[in-house]
Structures are given as C-alpha cells and as structure tokens.
C-alpha cells in the first residue's frame, strides 16, 4: 500500500527566509503526490500536485515542490515565508484500489509557523 | 463555482446518542469522500463514493457509523451511537473521477464533540 510520512511535527521559519516542509513516499509504480494546507477552522485546500514531467511543480500562493524520485521525497518549498502562511500543511498520495479506482492518504500534518 | 457546502458546522452531543452529517459537493464532481480528522492527525478517509456506489469503505466502523448518496449528489454521514473517540472534524470532499489524478476540494468540515 501507498503512504507518506511527514517527519516534523513543526517547522518555524523567520519571514522572509525560505522554507521546506518534508515528505517522503513510499509507492510500487508512478507516484501521484499533492500538498494541501489547512489554515485554522477551515477544510484543506489544494496547492500543487505532482503527476508527472518536470521534477519542481509550481503551486498556489507562491509554493513549489521538488519531486525527488531517488529520494522518494516530495518537499514542499517556498523562497520567502509569510506571516500568513502559518498553518497545518498536508502531504498525500494517491493509492489505488483493487476496485481499480483510487483513494487519497495524507500524511500526519506539519505544522508550519512564521515568526515576524 | 460554489465549493462544497456542509452542514451543521459545530455539534455537541453525548455519548450514545445519534448525530448526522450532510454534505454537497462542487456540481459535476461524481467522487465524494467523507474524511474524519482527529485533533493532530491527519484525514482519515471513511468513505468515498463515486456517484451513488461505494468504491471505498474499509475504514468506516459499521457497527455505528452509516452514509449514503442515494442521488449521487448529496450526502449524509450518521453515526449511531456516538462514543467519546468520535470527536473530531468530519470532512467532506470532493473530486472530478477519471483516470488522472484530480485534486480533491474540501468543505469547511462539521466539529463533532461528543461529551
């Protein structure tokens, strides 16, 4: 079975420095990954995904990640961090089932904190 | 294009009494999934269904926990009788289904704290 694994609980980081949240996956075939951020009381939003192609995937709010395969790592990263972009940040694989459809695991959260 | 709506946003209730769950999905999206996410963990998939079929419930405790979309639109999670470990944020999702790997939209979610 698919999975991924975040290995830090928190990440802080000074604004304006660069960031990276860490997930590395464990997969049999092409790995399919994603990055979702959750800000306080809300439902997860999506921000980038990989599928296939170039190894660095461009996301939303100025986010990227760096897709890794010898690795098999899947870091999220931006150049320079926010005050507003402390919240709960999400790694997941896409895991098919025997059904031939697919479902989606997520990692444990890292929480990611911006100190002004 | 309005997300996913879902309903009540907070409850409380005791243990071993019922508590029910609706969620609607973005328009044209025929996979749904209900995700449970304890306080600290990541999302926990449920359920998902792909129109109204189940595709996916291994992780769905059967003896008190139910759902269905009965016109592959809407849905409603219930769980009958509710214990002190069902506290946590029920999430519904949803998704285009195909062969590509499409991100998933999420609803606000429902806190569930059972006292």
């Known amino acids: 079975a698919q999975s991924v694994a975040q290995p830090e609980d928190q990440v802080n980081v000074a604004e304006g420095n660069p960031l990276t949240v860490k997930c590395t996956y464990s997969?049999?075939?092409?790995?399919?990954l994603f990055w979702y951020v959750q800000y306080p009381n809300r439902g997860l939003q999506f921000l980038l995904k990989?599928?296939?192609?170039?190894?660095l995937v461009k996301g939303s709010y100025g986010f990227e990640a760096e897709f890794n395969k010898s690795q098999t790592s899947f870091h999220l990263k931006k150049p320079a961090a926010l005050v507003s972009d402390s919240a709960l940040y999400f790694c997941a694989v896409r895991d098919m089932l025997t059904s031939g459809t697919y479902k989606y695991i997520f990692g444990t959260g890292t929480r990611l904190k911006v100190l002004a | 294009e309005a997300g996913v709506a879902q309903s009540p946003r907070y409850k409380i209730i005791e243990k071993r009494q019922s508590v029910a769950f609706w969620c609607n999905p973005i328009s044209g999206h025929a996979t749904l999934y209900w995700y449970q996410q304890i306080l600290g963990q990541g999302p926990k998939l449920l359920i998902q269904?792909?129109?109204?079929?189940?595709?996916?419930d291994s992780q769905l405790p059967k003896d008190r926990f139910s759902a269905e979309r009965l016109k592959g639109v809407d849905s409603t999670l219930k769980i009958q009788p509710a214990k002190l470990e069902d506290s946590a944020v029920y999430l519904c999702?949803?998704?285009?289904?195909?062969?590509?790997?499409?991100?998933?939209?999420f609803g606000p979610g429902t806190r569930l704290t059972v006292t």
């Open positions: 990989y599928i296939t192609g170039d190894n």
């Open positions: 999702a949803s998704s285009l289904v195909g062969q590509r790997p499409y991100e998933q939209y």
């Open positions: 997969v049999s075939g092409n790995p399919y």
């Open positions: 269904f792909q129109n109204n079929g189940v595709v996916d």
